[in-house]
């Protein structure tokens, strides 16, 4: 279907969709704005281009959805319309079903698990899944530890989420796993959370340090539970028709680029993780870390059943289970 957004994009889908020559920056979309850690990361990539191509290769970045929501820009990609995209796994786990594995409640002992995971050969299997969709998987950025807070109470085991209304996303993943903790998911728009929590619709929510700190949530729930539930990740995705017309050595310019922004993005999240913890704390917010994980984990049996769809998704969860023991408990 042609829309107004489409129309006003139509110059630049039309050179996206031309033969690679070497002479046009690659067009990224990012939702996020210019100052956000995986903006910055695409800026680094462009960089590295720029340094090690002598200005052949450029990455052109459009933030703060400006070429549209992550939906959006991620279909765009699939049919060449657009280089790379920068999104979450909602939109890409209706795309590429095995990506969902990433999303699983309780699955990371560890932000330092999550991200040996990412980097390693699991990480890759799941990126190069992506090709029969239309898309190149390129690298995982880092979206946070999510963690639980409430008006109530601290948040130590599954019992003591009893009966609470948490604020969850729309996704059956997220209603799932509150179910299996005995609370009652209430899926309501991100921006009506604050209202919802301040007016009692809602009993609590759950997001990483940053999204927590800069919505400030923590003045109406100043209970902060490290439960790390999810560490689901960003990633970014190249058009596998964009990839394609790339020479091999274009190609290895751009995936070293990709791989080696990586750092770079988890310097500015972990600086920006730091920074909201300690506002949080300066307001007086009770921040409990000694959280049962085990007691949650034994709950997420019937969740990983109902989602684990495939015999190659229960492979790769059983490897990811097999490395917890080798990593902390989680530490965001």
Known sequence: MINRRTLLLAPLLLTAC??????????????????????QGLYAIDQILKERT????????????????????????????LDLTRVNL????????????LALPFLFSS???ARATFDGAIGRRILDAMLPYGLRGMCYYDSGARSFYNTQRAIRSPDDMAGMKIRV???DVYVAMIE?????????????????????????????????????????????????????PEVLVASRRSWEKMTNEEQA??????????????????????KSRQRVLDH???????????????RMTPVWDRFISTPEMRSIVDDISATRSVFGGADE
Request: no cysteine; net charge negative.
């Open 253 to 274: 310019y751009l995936q070293a680029a990709a791989t080696e922004s990586v750092p770079i993005m988890r310097e500015l999240w972990d600086t920006r993780v730091a």
């Open 18 to 39: 031309a033969k690679r020559s070497g002479a046009r920056p690659l067009f990224a979309a990012e939702s996020q704005p210019e100052n956000y850690p995986t903006t």
């Open 169 to 171: 996303p729309n996704s």
């Open 54 to 81: 002598n200005g052949e290769m450029r990455v052109r970045v459009y933030p703060g959805g400006q070429l549209g929501a992550e939906k959006d820009t991620l279909e765009i990609a699939v049919f060449g319309g």
């Open 284 to 298: 007086g917010v009770s921040i409990e870390d000694k959280v049962d994980r085990t007691a949650f984990a034994e």
């Open 180 to 232: 299996a903790l005995g609370a009652n998911p209430t899926p309501i728009p991100f921006g009506e959370v604050y209202q919802a929590l301040v007016q009692g619709v809602v009993d609590g929510a759950e997001n990483n340090y940053p999204s927590y700190e800069g919505t400030r949530h923590f003045e109406a729930a100043n209970h902060y539970s490290l439960t790390g539930h999810v560490m689901a």
């Open 90 to 101: 909602g939109p890409l786990t209706s795309v590429v079903p095995m990506t969902s594995v």
């Open 111 to 113: 932000v330092e698990h």
